[in-house]
């Protein structure tokens, strides 16, 4: 597989997965009506994608989820039943990448939610189908996001380098693009890797008021991943885990207390009130807490899923006969209509219950050790 020869990445060996999916394990995974609502909403983002691939948004990023609902189902360009809708989507992010290899044409204050989730799809693309199309934007792209980290291992939610970068958010997009060019076959310097751990260690806020990771307090009761230091949201919680967990920080001890947080969440889904259809997570929130329950596996996951997958199956639109309408999620914290509103949500819901499957190069490699070798824990109080 290609290696990249730019300063941010070294031609080193890595392991890389199989394109071969895992399957599904069992009817805990997936079931008869799982799937069913799966087809929906793949064939809602089908018919409603229009000729430009891009669902009539012009956010990067969530044209890339588009493409992502239907990788995460098997569908490569130009192969499987979505083959030509996932080729368009591709296209349209490639023609659209910018010289500097920034991948947003919305506001500048966009630049990096866009650019990260748009890189992270090219990365899982292209892991998926070596095309030399993709790998030339994947190339730029990804270098953008090593040359412009901040001093402090964040980002700016401008493509800029900053002394000191604004939110978890902004690391957690960041953060999956460079590992998505880990799946890909390519390996990140350590130091950009290991500036980015300790920016996410930084954001994790206890109970009792301590943030310093040196602060033996800090590890004391529960706690949990914020926004910038003190704002604690779920959405931050799940994105902590997976930031941490994309890097092989398997042990740190901040995982089960946010796991703890998410897991609550999820269970309390397991007794829905009559007829209540309503998504009880917006997509920014259900893509993180998805993927960190997944990436923790073991009793989180089989426990916790199922009540997920019913959730998500309960919740999705049904107008039968109707293509427009059939088979979308939409966003709960958008109140703009249209396709972009629902494109989030139903290529979020979709990413969700396509997980079991394990397409994605992400999804089938389990704990990459090399990664954990080559980073190390965390250093001093913070490792278990």
């Known amino acids: 597989m290609r290696r990249m020869t730019s300063a941010c990445l070294l031609s080193v060996a890595v392991l890389i997965a199989s394109n071969s999916p895992l399957m599904a394990e069992g009817d805990w995974e997936t079931n008869p009506a799982s799937e069913a609502a799966l087809r929906r909403g793949l064939d809602w983002l089908a018919y409603n994608q229009g000729p430009e691939g891009n669902w009539g948004s012009n956010d990067m990023g969530l044209v890339a989820l588009g493409a992502l609902a239907f990788l995460a189902d098997g569908h490569s360009p130009g192969r499987g039943r979505y083959g030509e809708n996932v080729e368009r989507t591709l296209n349209y992010l490639i023609r659209n990448a910018k010289p500097s290899g920034l991948l947003n044409i919305a506001d500048t204050r966009r630049d990096m939610y866009n650019h990260g989730l748009a890189t992270f799809v090219l990365g899982q693309a292209h892991g998926m189908t070596n095309d030399p199309q993709i790998s030339k934007v994947l190339d730029r792209s990804l270098k953008l996001i090593c040359d412009i980290q901040s001093n402090d291992g964040g980002w700016d939610y401008i493509a800029r380098r900053t002394g000191s970068g604004h939110d978890l958010s902004l690391v957690v997009m960041q953060a999956k693009a460079l590992r998505s060019a880990v799946d890909s076959g390519l390996e990140v310097r350590r130091e950009v890797i290991q500036r980015a751990i300790d920016s996410v260690r930084r954001k994790y806020k206890a109970k009792n008021g301590s943030k310093d990771p040196n602060n033996p307090r800090t590890q004391e009761g529960p706690g949990q991943f914020t926004y910038d230091g003190n704002r604690g949201t779920t959405a931050m919680a799940a994105a902590g885990v997976v930031c941490l967990q994309e890097f092989g920080q398997y042990d740190d001890w901040r995982i089960p207390k946010n796991m703890e947080l998410i897991t609550q969440q999820i269970r309390g889904l397991s007794k829905p009130k009559l007829n209540d259809r309503r998504v009880a997570f917006d997509a920014y929130t259900l893509y993180y807490v998805g993927q960190a329950l997944y990436q923790r596996g073991g009793k989180d996951w089989e426990e916790c899923y199922p009540i997920l997958r019913d959730h998500l199956v309960r919740s999705q639109s049904r107008q039968n006969g109707d293509r427009k309408e059939d088979g979308y ?56």
């Open 329 to 384: 999620w939409r966003d709960p914290r958008y109140v703009t209509n249209g396709n972009p509103c629902r494109l989030f949500g139903t290529s979020v819901a979709c990413f969700i219950l396509a997980i079991p499957n394990r397409y994605l190069p992400i999804l089938q490699e389990g704990k990459i050790e090399s990664i954990r070798q080559r980073v190390g824990g965390e250093q001093g109080a913070g490792a278990e």
